[in-house]
C-alpha cells in the first residue's frame, strides 16, 4: 500500500512561487491517476489537480492558469509548480490516488501564502 509522502511547503509572500514533490512508486506514476489536494483551515479537503497515467492534467478553476501538475517517473515523482501565488492558496496540500485513498493520505505538507 502506498503512502505518498509531500515535500516542498514554505512561508511565501504573494505573488511567489513554490513547487512541491510527491514521493511516489514507478507503477503510481505510470499507470495511475494521481492528483494533488489542499485543505484550508475550516474548509474541506479539495481537488486543485490531477494527472492521467497519460499525461491528461485537469486543475480546479480556483488554479488555473497558476498551477501546474506534472510528473517525472524515473524520479518516482510527483510535482505541482505554483506560481503567481495569492493569500487563499494558504493551505495543507497532499498527494494521493485520483480518487482519493484514505490509506494513501501522507502528512502533507503546508503553505502559506502571506498578503
Known amino acids: 500500500q502506498v503512502q505518498f509522502a509531500e515535500l516542498g511547503g514554505d512561508l511565501v509572500q504573494s505573488g511567489g512561487s513554490l513547487r512541491l514533490s510527491c514521493a511516489g512508486t514507478q507503477d503510481a506514476l505510470n499507470f495511475y491517476t494521481l492528483g494533488w489536494y489542499r485543505q484550508a483551515p475550516g474548509k474541506q479537503r479539495e481537488l486543485v489537480a490531477s494527472i492521467t497515467a497519460g499525461g491528461t492534467t485537469m486543475y480546479a478553476d480556483s488554479v488555473k492558469g497558476r498551477f501546474a501538475i506534472f510528473k517525472d517517473i524515473s524520479k518516482k515523482t510527483l510535482y505541482l509548480q505554483m506560481i503567481d501565488l495569492k493569500p487563499e492558496d494558504t493551505a495543507v496540500y497532499y498527494c494521493?490516488?485520483?480518487?482519493?485513498?484514505?490509506?494513501?493520505w501522507g502528512q502533507g505538507t503546508q503553505v502559506t501564502v502571506s498578503s
Open positions: 494521493n490516488w485520483n480518487p482519493s485513498s484514505r490509506a494513501a
